[in-house]
């Protein structure tokens, strides 16, 4: 059974940084674009960020950019999101999923299942508060 297992999330306060990681079992991450998303109450999943397979693209939400970096390590079969300078409007719960392409991945923000993965991971609460 092919999982995406978010991790990382937690309480920090504005300025602050947390640094996010997905794992996948059952498949291997190098073969996929692997992009972020997050899910504020009351809001719509979004995508914020994605990572090409080798990692030579990247992608940011506009939210996010120049604060966010998305890396990875395909040897570890791990996707990471260096979240610095953190603001309250952060606040959410992060999921990763991953397609063939970035564009691909994006799209899936507001599909109740990831196609080829199945469900949605149980992600990764990031509060941000002083």
């Known amino acids: 059974q092919v999982q995406l297992v978010e991790s990382g999330g937690g309480l920090v306060q504005p300025g602050g940084s947390l640094r996010l990681s997905c794992a996948v079992s059952g498949a291997t991450l190098g073969f996929y674009a692997v992009g972020w998303f997050r899910q504020a109450p009351g809001k719509e999943r979004e995508g914020i960020s994605c990572i090409s397979e080798e990692g030579e693209t990247v992608k940011y939400a506009d939210s996010v950019k120049g604060r966010f970096t998305i890396s990875r390590d395909n040897a570890r079969n791990r996707v990471y999101l260096q979240m610095n300078g953190l603001k309250p409007e952060d606040t959410a719960v992060y999921y990763c999923?991953?397609?063939?392409?970035?564009?691909?991945?994006?799209?899936?923000?507001?599909?109740?299942?990831?196609?080829?993965?199945?469900?949605w991971g149980r992600g990764t609460q990031v509060t941000v508060s002083s």
């Open positions: 999923a991953a397609d063939t392409l970035c564009p691909k991945v994006f799209s899936i923000a507001t599909m109740p299942q990831i196609p080829g993965f199945g469900s």
